[in-house]
Nanobody
Framework: QVQLVESGGGLVQPGGSLRLSCVAS????????MVWYRQAPGEERDLVAR???????NYADSVKGRFTISRGSTRNTVYLQMNSLKPEDTAVYYC?????????GGQGTLVTVSE
């Protein structure tokens, strides 16, 4: 099993930046990929960014050029650097870890982009 804890959310003005962190514990050595999703009120959960075991990254078109997913110096931490934030980025952001066919998720962290 893997446990995930997200942090770093908050209130930011449009054009601002935030960095989200996700710390994994447990069976971290078998994680194939870590993914950030987000869910806005009344909307479905959407993929934001993904980083594979080999470091390959993928992004939703809506965040390309603004968001960057990366791993920390230890294998158990993943970051999401969010720049040039827009009101439409407001959502609860969730970190997930894929182990084979099983996906583990955290509780989420709220990001609000507003004046």
């Amino acid at each position: 099993q893997v446990q995930l804890v997200e942090s770093g959310g908050g209130l930011v003005q449009p054009g601002g930046s935030l960095r989200l962190s996700c710390v994994a514990s447990g069976n971290i050595f078998n994680i194939n990929a870590m993914v950030w999703y987000r869910q806005a009120p009344g909307e479905e959960r959407d993929l934001v960014a993904r980083i594979s075991r080999d470091g390959t990254t993928n992004y939703a078109d809506s965040v390309k050029g603004r968001f960057t997913i990366s791993r920390g110096s230890t294998r158990n931490t993943v970051y999401l650097q969010m720049n040039s934030l827009k009101p439409e980025d407001t959502a609860v952001y969730y970190c997930t870890a894929d182990l084979g066919s099983t996906r583990y998720g955290g509780q989420g962290t709220l990001v609000t982009v507003s004046e």
